[in-house]
């Protein structure tokens, strides 16, 4: 990643973590002696970020620099885990290299779906943790457990989700392909 496409992710990243602490512009202002003005251009991209500006922001919030600019730590090989939600489900990377293999500890809440088999360049691997997760895959439709695994060509058209009755965690790992645009393997239903 170069040091244009670090200092772009920034400015949003400033935004999400005061919006997560609930703080205001004005309030951040106050405690950090930054003008609203700068702090909203921060935000928005329109100010380069400096150590000055980030020294300041990082500790009215009390997060290291790092968390601000999004710098992994040098030479620490632990994954750090922030949990991302789509679509009902939480997923969890635990990878960090984008381009290569991707690794995800993903929980689906109990719920009935109708499955959307959908396709997609690559190959990807589920293994269940617990619960019962159903996987649609082709013309099979089966039900995974516990302990229990599958890998398919993911240009198969596939689904996979809770079986209605509780959650399911389960492990998904799929090559850079994966992480191409899923297309819908069949018309949705008007």
Do not use: C, N
């Not at 984008?98 to 993903?106: D, I, L, N, S, Y």
């Not at 293994?127 to 996987?135: A, D, E, K, Q």
């Not at 790992?173 to 239903?189: D, I, K, T, Y």
Request: hydrophobic share 35%; aromatic share 6%.
């Amino acid at each position: 990643m170069s040091t244009d496409d670090v200092l772009a992710d920034v400015g949003p990243r400033l935004r999400r973590i005061r919006k997560e602490r609930g703080v205001t512009l004005a309030a951040l202002s106050e405690a950090t002696g930054i003008s609203v003005s700068t702090l909203s251009r921060l935000e928005s991209g329109l100010r380069r970020p400096s150590l000055e500006l980030l020294l300041p922001i990082a500790q009215v919030h009390r997060v290291p620099l790092d968390e601000l600019v999004g710098a992994p730590p040098v030479g620490d090989p632990r994954v750090r885990v922030k949990p991302v939600e789509r679509g009902g489900r939480t997923f969890w990377p635990l990878t960090r290299r984008p381009g290569g293999p991707q690794a995800f500890k993903v929980v689906e809440p109990q719920r009935r779906q109708e499955p959307e088999p959908r396709t997609h360049e690559g190959y990807e691997w589920l293994y269940v943790l617990s619960g019962r997760l159903r996987l649609v895959l082709g013309e099979h439709d089966v039900v995974l457990s516990a302990g229990e695994a599958a890998e398919f060509d993911t240009r198969v058209p596939h689904w996979f989700g809770s079986t209605g009755e509780g959650p399911v965690e389960f492990l998904s790992l799929f090559g850079p392909q994966g992480e191409r645009m899923h297309v819908r393997a069949r018309p949705a239903r008007t």
